[in-house]
């Protein structure tokens, strides 16, 4: 089967710069969260746990929409070609 080229995205991604912004307030809200000197250690290992999964899940629904949007532009070029 013929592969069609794909219409590159159109515009600024809006949704993707949103996904960017949250990564970089994880950042920065847990750089403020940071345990101090003789705090119990678990309390490092749950920031990070929750700091990484957070990032994770971000960048999963990047990819989501990243697909979705690809699906869209494909959908798009075959009802102009039907």
């Keep these: ?35 101090k000197p003789g705090e119990p250690r678990w309390t490092l290992l749950a920031l990070l746990a929750g700091m990484g999964t957070s990032m994770i899940g971000m960048a999963m629904r990047y990819v989501a929409h990243l697909k979705q949007q690809k699906e869209l532009r494909r959908a798009k070029a075959q009802a102009r070609k039907s």
């Design 1 to 35: 089967m013929r592969q069609e080229p794909i219409a590159p995205a159109e515009g600024f991604d809006w949704k993707g710069a949103g996904y960017l912004v949250s990564i970089v307030s994880v950042l920065f809200l847990g750089s403020v969260a940071w345990p």
